[in-house]
């Protein structure tokens, strides 16, 4: 889990830092890349820069890679981002039954090392809309990134009072953090009003010391657009849609854009499935 590589080496650098971090930030692409080089890595670390290696081939929409690579003796994390593509990458039936295997899983006694399966059930669980399932699956891990799934799920169920009590909680583990960071922009966009600005500067920020990806665009666009400054949400989604077309979110607020806009937005078809959690 993060917060155990970083404590467990205070002093040493964290070999999977910007593995990790690239893709917190949607930077995928640099993610795949450096987790392939894999230089610096222990072979305690393999495992988790392999996790965050298919995790963002799943998010470029890349299922076809992580179900042929992962096979059936890989070890239980790698199997929870199999089925999590499975489920992403099936129709309706083959999500109902990856369901289904989901649900029988938990049903037994885990094993509470395998810190990524409360990841993946939450997110399968968070795409059925099932919120308090995937709330009591994240309650049993104490990584920042469940904590930041959970913030989510609160906010999908118009619980601001105890998204913020999470983001609370974040801020007291690692404030510095880009998930906590993150998580502050997505509970401002949610405050609104003086406080959708300070969502705007946390993703330039975020934006300026790493590099300006699709989602980090679309967290600008987001708080310009519900500021009224369509033209300048409008900037922002044109340079996200030249770095990523077929990316889901910007062309979802483009189509929200041209409404406020009155134009006919000229969007190319694509497959619109969402990819994994914002």
């Known amino acids: 889990p993060p917060e155990l ?20 930030i949607g930077n995928y692409q640099y993610c795949i890349t450096e ?48 089925m999590l593509a499975d489920y992403l990458s099936g129709d309706m039936a083959r999500k109902n039954e990856v369901v289904k295997q989901l649900d ?14 409360p990841v993946v059930a939450a997110t399968i669980y968070y795409h059925e809309q099932n919120y308090e399932a995937a709330l009591r699956v994240l309650h049993q891990s ?11 799920c609160y906010l999908k169920l118009d619980r601001l009072d105890l998204a913020r009590k999470e983001l609370k909680k974040m801020q007291e583990k690692d404030d510095d953090a880009t998930l906590t960071q993150l998580a502050q922009a997505w509970v401002n966009l949610n405050l609104g009003g003086e406080k959708l600005q300070e969502a705007f500067y946390i993703y330039q920020e975020l934006a300026e010391k790493n590099t300006a990806t699709p ?64």
Do not use: W
């Open 104 to 117: 029988q899983k938990l049903s037994k006694s885990l094993d509470v090392n395998n810190v990524i399966l």
């Open 215 to 278: 989602l980090l665009l679309n967290g600008q666009a987001t708080a310009y657009i519900a500021q009224g400054k369509y033209e300048e949400a409008e900037a922002l989604l044109q340079e996200a849609i030249e770095k990523d077309s077929n990316h889901v979110e910007t062309l979802i607020n483009l189509v929200v854009l041209s409404q406020h806009l009155g134009k006919s937005p000229e969007l190319q078809q694509c497959n619109c499935k969402e990819t994994h959690v914002r």
């Open 142 to 152: 104490d990584s920042l990134e469940c904590a930041a799934l959970t913030l989510q």
């Open 35 to 82: 987790a392939q080089k894999g230089k610096n890595v222990s072979p305690e670390h393999k495992l988790e820069k392999d996790v965050f290696l298919y995790r963002a081939y799943m998010a470029q929409r890349k299922y076809g890679v992580v179900l042929d690579e992962i096979r059936s003796m890989a070890p239980d994390e790698l199997q929870c981002i199999r």
């Open 5 to 24: 590589v970083t404590m467990s080496a205070q002093n040493q650098p964290d070999p999977l830092f910007d593995i990790r971090n690239a893709f917190y």
